[in-house]
């Protein structure tokens, strides 16, 4: 079915949707379903049909979330876009996915307007506002849109390490099936409240954190963004809370947590990236509680957990989730030994239907037997916890964030005095990876590596935007040619 159905029957009966960060209502599930219902009438007025691409590059707004709802509802594929994106980057995505609708905050709006193709451009500020609300003041509430489970909800962009940004096709299925089994493993529970300080263009924050209250019928303190303060003083009035490592390593700095502050917390998630196990443990001293990491990626949605019942291991991310196979297997496909590294593969209904408009890419990262690879490097233990010990396609993870070296090379290499660059993760305090980028100059030119910086704010998103910057006279290569960013890693690290 449409997942819009499955929400719209589980919220039925449901009280408060949203809380404001003084806890005040914006909004009920009543409130929610009349919002998107109105919402996905405008859109469709304007020409949006099944099957057409949304794309949204806003703030986090209960609007931003009606939108999200809207097309569900009437079956547009939403495909969200990190606010951080700079113009050659979006130019990409329109020019990819050949969006019907834009929206966009105000300051963007002319330049989407000035890109080719056959879309409309409407916008959202910060405040909830703009021609988006406008144009849909007036409408009806349009019916909710018959979908088969393998129709596409979602395309979200995953950047490869080819330089190219792949479409991950999120299905309704998909969407509902991982809902469900979170929902279960997790043990939601009447009374819960969800904390909600991620971004909402990522599934972390708009599949993980916003399905499952929403599955449940809870309330969602809604925050603009993570402040470890706001968190904190807000801990006391939730039950749930879900964060990526730096979150927890922020709330933990700022002296703000303890027992008496999590006196109503159920569950503490982590996930987009490794948690270190001394944050685990400090975490736990702090605050009694024992954070649950587990793991996923824009393709998968989520597949292992720690359980909620059970030894919680620091270190690994717990064994499959119900309904998800999961394998470690060598570079032959034969299964690892217990406790060796090997590729991490996995098969499941939350396993997305493939890469927009690269069919020989999604069948390139299936096995025959219908398993996908991840390109994460686990092991497997005798109780069937995995946990992650490398990446074999060359991913930083930044906050929770994914970097991939190819595309930050890629745009070093076209500034004025490059000869060629190499890209590579280092260890950081906050952001668990940092980008650094090493640089080797053309004959004669002279690097600024402020200067470097500050172009290259320009053209990434700041996540991508190298923390360090060194120029070398020549990069470390091996006999066949190859740069060895093990020997970069080693001088830098």
């Known amino acids: 079915m449409n997942v819009y159905s499955l929400f719209h029957e589980r919220t039925a009966n449901a009280g408060t949707f949203l809380l404001s960060p003084n806890l005040q209502e914006i909004s009920s599930y009543a409130d929610l379903h009349d919002y998107a219902g109105q919402l996905a009438a405008g859109i469709e007025a304007i020409g949006v049909k099944p099957g057409d691409r949304v794309i949204a590059q806003v703030d986090k707004t209960p609007q931003a979330l009606y939108l999200y709802f809207a097309c569900l509802r009437i079956g547009a594929i939403y495909l969200p876009l990190n606010t951080a994106y700079q113009e050659d980057e979006l130019a990409f995505f329109v020019n990819d996915a050949s969006p019907k609708l834009i929206v966009s905050d105000p300051s963007r709006a002319s330049f989407f307007q000035q890109l080719s193709g056959d879309h409309e451009v409407l916008t959202l500020d910060a405040e909830g506002e703009g021609s988006l609300i406008q144009a849909c003041l007036l409408t009806k509430s349009a019916d909710i849109c018959e979908r088969a489970d393998n129709d596409i909800a979602v395309i979200l962009y995953t950047s490869g390490t080819t330089g190219r940004p792949k479409g991950a096709m999120v299905t309704h299925g998909n969407l509902a099936a991982n809902g469900l089994t979170l929902l279960e493993a997790w043990q939601w529970q009447a009374g819960d409240v969800m904390l909600h300080a991620l971004p909402i263009f990522h599934i972390h924050g708009l599949f993980v954190a916003t399905h499952l209250p929403v599955l449940n019928g809870s309330p969602i303190i809604l925050l603009p963004a993570f402040d470890p303060n706001h968190v904190a003083d807000l801990l ?258």
């Open 236 to 493: 006391p009035h939730a039950t749930v809370y879900m964060g990526v490592p730096t979150n927890y390593t922020r709330l933990l700095d700022s002296g703000r947590l303890n027992k008496e502050t999590c006196r109503n917390m159920r569950l503490f998630t982590s996930g987009s990236a490794p948690l270190l196990p001394q944050t685990f443990t400090e975490f736990a001293d702090t605050t009694g509680f024992e954070i649950v990491e587990r793991y996923g990626m824009t393709e998968t949605g989520m597949n292992t957990s720690n359980p909620i019942h059970g030894v919680r291991k620091p270190g690994t991310v717990g064994p499959p989730l119900s309904g998800v196979s999961a394998r470690v297997v060598d570079d032959h496909g034969t299964p690892a030994e217990t406790g060796t590294p090997g590729n991490l593969e996995v098969k499941g209904t939350n396993v997305f239907k493939g890469y927009w408009q690269l069919p020989e890419k999604t069948e390139e990262e299936f096995t025959e037997d219908g398993f996908f690879k991840t390109g994460d490097i686990a092991t497997k233990d005798d109780d069937g916890y995995i946990a992650i010990v490398g990446r074999n396609k060359d991913m930083i993870i930044s906050g929770g964030l994914n970097v991939y070296p190819k595309e930050i090379e890629t745009v070093i290499d076209r500034l004025p005095g490059v000869l060629e660059s190499a890209v590579i993760g280092l260890p950081h305090s906050d952001f668990g990876e940092g980008v650094c980028a090493v640089i080797v100059a053309e004959e004669g030119a002279e690097l600024d590596e402020q200067v470097l910086t500050e172009e290259l704010k320009s053209r990434l998103a700041n996540f991508k935007v190298p923390k360090w910057i060194h120029v070398l006279p020549s990069l470390p290569r091996n006999t066949m040619g190859k740069v060895q960013k093990n020997v970069l890693r080693e001088m830098f690290g």
